[in-house]
């Protein structure tokens, strides 16, 4: 048992309080989005921390509610109405718990680094641009505009004020968060000075108890779930994908391995509670985690802390919570933002291939302006396509008569369906001696297309009355092959092994 020092512990609590300051306007503002109460945002927020710090498979990685999930409930919400959105996240939590059971959470291991790379900067973006919602304000007739004058300029003032303090106390002391002394300063200035600024309770109040059990009040009926169930499965999409590429930015920040199934298995049964208990559900968030992170914080603690702070803020510290100015908040996630962007890759889009390039620039655009789960998978498919591409102009043979006067092929690279045409263009059966022989040593068989083109290039041969001779072919290809099967010369000490994901059929 890894036993802490006081030090440690110290720095995962404050920075536990950081997070939570952090997180109750985010909640609140994600709320809104949907068109629920902010306390369903702050309960969401809740709950998802303190049950993912405590079970999930990433310590020192926040979960609360999100903006990328907002933007899908407000539909089913407004349509629907929010008893419908509480049925839906409890069915979206028991989809990312089938998700875990089946033991699929690895499979975020195979998203490429450009995609991760697009990903970290799109979110960066999407960070810094969400902040200026804030420099609106509601005029005396209602209208919704801009700041200006001698309250937008107070606002920048204060936002300044925090970004420094942030970057500069640490060259002075990191016995406390930089964060946390920013947004208590800031606060303190505006409390003492009597400064009128935009505060955290101009969006909502977050005063509340604790949260109650609630069954969600509706029809359990098939039409119910036609309702429900595509919105959960988009929502427990977006939730664990944003959820494990945030576990895998966090493993490269502390080079050390999340368990990424635990982290699903978490964020489903956390979900599932959100749900049982009037909250909107939610999933890891990027910029809180930066917080922690950066400020060192890596243990449970910090994560359970902040589910703590943020339930103490709701309870009983509401009325000094709503004091805290906006341009204290708003100037941590600039900081967060840039951080969080990856600055270096601007100068790498230059030397990188310009197909991953494309990708990071691909998936960057379509975070920012669309949804991240389609950023995402569109990176993974433009990535995969490239790289079948690439693979599939390294088909080549060598061919040369030998002593007998026999055509030999020799064959390398790698035979998949990408591949396939170019594999039947490189032989001359009209052209060829009557026996002809193809080595397979130094080439890969990879799917069932491969096994179908060799199939039909034994079929042209056979045709032509000719002798087709394959060499070096793995044995499970050797089982799947039709027309070629008795072409195969097997020698059992020189034979490759591997085995390829195909399957005959008929």
């Known amino acids: 048992m890894i036993v802490a020092s006081f030090p440690e512990i110290k720095t995962n609590i404050l920075s536990g309080l950081t997070v939570a300051l952090a997180m109750v306007p985010e909640a609140i503002a994600f709320a809104i989005v949907?068109?629920?109460?902010?306390?369903?945002?702050?309960?969401?927020?809740?709950?998802?921390?303190?049950?993912?710090?405590?079970?999930?498979?990433?310590?020192?990685?926040?979960?609360?509610?999100?903006?990328?999930?907002?933007?899908?409930?407000?539909?089913?919400?407004?349509?629907?109405?929010?008893?419908?959105l509480f049925a839906t996240i409890v069915l979206m939590g028991i989809f990312q718990l089938l998700f875990a059971a089946a033991k699929l959470g690895k499979i975020i291991r195979m998203v490429p680094y450009p995609v991760m790379l697009g990903f970290v900067n799109g979110l960066a973006i999407v960070i810094f641009v969400a902040?200026?919602?804030?420099?609106?304000?509601?005029?005396?007739?209602?209208?919704?505009?801009?700041?200006?004058?001698?309250?937008?300029?107070?606002?920048?003032?204060?936002?300044?004020?925090?970004?420094?303090?942030?970057?500069?106390?640490?060259?002075?002391?990191?016995?406390?968060?930089?964060?946390?002394?920013?947004?208590?300063?800031?606060?303190?200035?505006?409390?003492?000075?009597?400064?009128?600024?935009?505060?955290?309770?101009?969006?909502g109040s977050i005063a509340g108890g604790l949260p109650m059990f609630h069954l969600p009040q509706l029809p359990l009926n098939w039409e119910t779930l036609q309702i429900i169930f595509p919105y959960s499965l988009i929502l427990a999409a977006i939730g664990l994908i944003e959820s494990l590429l945030t576990l895998n930015l966090i493993d490269e920040m502390t080079g050390k391995r999340g368990q990424p199934n635990r982290e699903c298995m978490a964020q489903g049964a956390a979900n599932v509670v959100t749900g049982f208990f009037g909250g909107m559900g939610g999933c890891a968030m990027i910029g809180q985690s930066m917080i922690n992170v950066s400020s060192g914080a890596i243990m449970r603690l910090s994560g359970i802390s902040t589910a703590l702070f943020l339930l103490s803020f709701i309870m009983f510290g509401s009325s000094l919570i709503e004091r805290i100015p906006m341009a204290a908040l708003i100037g941590v996630m600039f900081v967060v933002a840039g951080k969080t962007f990856e600055w270096g890759s601007l100068q790498a889009l230059r030397k990188i291939p310009r197909t991953d390039a494309m990708i990071v620039v691909a998936v960057t655009v379509v975070t920012v302006f669309t949804d991240l789960a389609i950023a995402v998978v569109l990176g993974v498919v433009i990535s995969a396509l490239a790289f079948a591409w690439q693979h599939a102009k390294q088909i080549n043979v060598k061919s040369f008569?030998?002593?007998?006067?026999?055509?030999?092929?020799?064959?390398?690279?790698?035979?998949?369906?990408?591949?396939?045409?170019?594999?039947?263009?490189?032989?001359?059966?009209?052209?060829?001696?009557?026996?002809?022989?193809?080595?397979?040593?130094?080439?890969?068989?990879?799917?069932?297309?491969?096994?179908?083109?060799?199939?039909?290039?034994?079929?042209?041969?056979?045709?032509?009355?000719?002798?087709?001779?394959?060499?070096?072919?793995?044995?499970?290809?050797?089982?799947?092959?039709?027309?070629?099967?008795?072409?195969?010369?097997?020698?059992i000490t020189e034979d490759p092994h591997y085995h390829i994901a195909a399957s005959k059929f008929g």
């Open 34 to 84: 949907a068109q629920v109460s902010p306390l369903a945002g702050l309960y969401a927020s809740f709950i998802m921390a303190l049950i993912t710090s405590a079970f999930g498979g990433r310590p020192g990685m926040i979960s609360g509610a999100t903006g990328a999930l907002a933007v899908v409930m407000v539909a089913l919400v407004v349509t629907h109405g929010v008893e419908f």
């Open 131 to 203: 902040q200026f919602s804030h420099f609106k304000t509601i005029s005396a007739d209602g209208a919704l505009g801009w700041m200006h004058g001698a309250p937008l300029v107070i606002m920048l003032g204060l936002v300044a004020a925090t970004m420094a303090i942030i970057y500069l106390l640490p060259r002075v002391t990191k016995a406390v968060p930089a964060t946390l002394v920013a947004i208590l300063t800031v606060s303190g200035l505006v409390a003492v000075l009597g400064v009128q600024t935009k505060v955290v309770g101009d969006l």
């Open 401 to 491: 008569k030998n002593e007998m006067g026999w055509k030999i092929y020799e064959l390398e690279g790698t035979l998949f369906f990408a591949s396939v045409a170019g594999f039947q263009n490189l032989f001359t059966p009209n052209e060829d001696t009557d026996e002809v022989i193809i080595e397979f040593l130094n080439a890969r068989v990879m799917d069932h297309s491969a096994i179908e083109a060799i199939d039909a290039l034994a079929a042209r041969y056979l045709k032509l009355g000719k002798r087709l001779h394959l060499r070096h072919l793995s044995h499970d290809s050797l089982e799947l092959l039709g027309k070629a099967k008795k072409l195969v010369e097997i020698n």
